[in-house]
């Protein structure tokens, strides 16, 4: 069978009726995006509805006495968390570059803190009530810098 003759082949948006149904349908495609922009992002995060999400600070963010023109407190970047629930490791997770994170648990009483050799002095170690919800909380760990 031969090639199609490209003179007489058209696009699907090249007649005036044509080309409004299809910057219609590219309107009603933007505006789903608009209004459900990260559709698939919590579902690969979070897995279900109840857990914890926030933020983990650092302070003093470096040793040396705080000063009034300097922040008290830094993002928590980068670190890694162990989840336990009476004593049994339940999962881990790692802080982005702006300290945040989100887990999914189930409903319960969890301890949440660092267990990797380079923790040192300092205090990593918060707890959580989990309810049927994400919990939402903002931490401050202690560097233990002076």
Sequence with gaps: MPPPDRRTMTRPC??????????????????????FPDVN??????????????VI?????????????G???APAGHLEFVVKKADA?????????A?????SLPPGHY????EDSGVGPGHWQFEADVGSAMT?????????MR
């Design 14 to 35: 090249d007649s005036p009726g044509k080309a409004v149904r299809c910057q219609f349908l590219c309107l009603i495609v933007t505006g789903l995006l608009a209004i």
């Design 41 to 54: 992002s919590d579902a690969q995060t979070a897995g279900g509805t109840s857990g914890i999400e926030g």
């Design 57 to 69: 600070l650092v302070s003093p963010p470096r040793p040396g006495p705080l000063r009034k023109e």
């Design 71 to 73: 922040p008290s407190v």
């Design 89 to 97: 490791r339940v999962t881990t997770f790692t802080t982005d570059e």
């Design 99 to 103: 300290g945040k994170f989100r887990v």
């Design 111 to 114: 301890v949440i803190l660092r």
């Design 136 to 144: 939402k909380v903002t931490w401050t760990g202690d560097s233990g």
